[in-house]
């Protein structure tokens, strides 16, 4: 069935380390991948999103890798600060058009 | 993200009533979701909508109901058949399926 995992639940980071949270999805034929920050009673907001001819894409401090064959794709976040601090969705597209979204990962980014 | 509007921010049900959750866009965009968040959760599928007139059932449809009369609007009713409606409800639109959803500040729903 759609089913997207994401791991861990919840990641403690010292600022200025990196963090790194990973998913893995069932569908061999998701085409698109976004990843989603929401902060408390907050909507989530897209931060960056990957297409399936892509390995890899950044956005200054923000990155994400996809490897198709294995399924999976990660977000790097790197020089933490702060403000990164929020819970973080990745999601798949199934079918070409359901997005199923990961369970979430608390971020806390201890100063 | 101003394009989507979600009204009221919190509402209030009580025991075998319906209530109609309103999203509106003005970003143009054909396609329209509705999300249910529970408490520590992540997003699930109730309904979407990929062009005027037309929507499908997600992966949590039973108890709830939608239309899409206008290309605008895709309001929600949370009817008296869902026993568990306390949840924080999200509508997003992207300009097509497959593309990048923008969310709405969302409703928050309890039970009197």
């Known amino acids: 069935g759609e089913n997207v995992e994401q791991h861990p639940s919840t990641l403690s980071v010292q600022e200025g380390d990196s963090a790194v949270i990973k998913c893995t999805y069932s569908?061999?034929?998701?085409?698109?991948f976004p990843w989603y920050k929401q902060e408390l009673g907050k909507r989530p907001q897209l931060i960056i999103d990957?297409?399936?001819?892509?390995g890899e894409k950044k956005d200054q401090r923000i990155a994400v890798t996809l490897n198709k064959t294995a399924k999976h794709f990660s977000l790097h976040i790197t020089e933490t600060q702060p403000e990164d601090s929020a819970v973080y969705f990745c999601a798949a597209v199934f079918g070409n058009e359901k997005l199923t979204f990961g369970t979430g990962t608390r971020l806390t980014i201890i100063p | 993200d101003g394009g989507i509007t979600q009204s009221p921010k919190y509402l209030f049900r009580k025991e075998g009533q319906n209530v109609t959750l309103s999203c509106e866009q003005n970003l143009n965009h054909d396609a329209m979701y509705w999300y249910r968040q529970d408490p520590g959760q992540g997003l699930r599928l109730i309904y979407y909508?990929?062009?005027?007139?037309?929507?499908q059932k997600g992966d949590i449809a039973e108890g709830y109901s939608v239309s899409r009369e206008k290309k605008e609007s895709f309001p929600l009713t949370v009817t008296s058949a869902q026993k568990n409606p306390t949840a924080f409800y999200l509508c997003?639109?992207?300009?097509?399926?497959?593309?990048?959803?923008?969310f709405g500040d969302g409703t928050r729903l309890s039970i009197l």
């Open positions: 909508s990929q062009i005027v007139n037309d929507f």
């Open positions: 990957i297409r399936s001819n892509v």
């Open positions: 569908d061999s034929a998701s085409n698109y």
């Open positions: 997003a639109s992207s300009p097509q399926v497959n593309q990048p959803q923008h």
